[in-house]
């Protein structure tokens, strides 16, 4: 049974994103840990740009997600007023 789909065999888009951001992370500290060893100045400009864009993603994730709870918020709010 997968647990990260919903009743209509959709994906869960709370359990997207949080697997999204958990696989950026793991990119980011497997990129740490290849710094530390021996590399080739082109390896070394390789990791570190990848560095750069995976924490440009993951903080569009996180941003995204943000927005969108905000928006949830939101609407919630309005079906509160009505």
């Not at 100045?41 to 969108?68: K, M, P, S």
Request: a positive charge; charged letters at 30%; hydrophobic letters at 45%.
């Amino acid at each position: 049974m997968n647990h990260w789909r919903t009743n209509s065999g959709a994906p869960n888009i709370d359990d997207v994103v949080a697997a999204k951001r958990q696989a950026h992370r793991a990119n980011l500290a497997r990129y740490a840990r290849l710094l530390v060893t021996e590399l080739t100045q082109l390896e070394r400009d390789y990791i570190h740009r990848r560095i750069r864009e995976e924490r440009i993603a993951l903080e569009a994730l996180e941003a995204g997600a943000l927005v969108a709870a905000g928006a949830t918020d939101a609407a919630s709010s309005e079906v509160r007023a009505a």
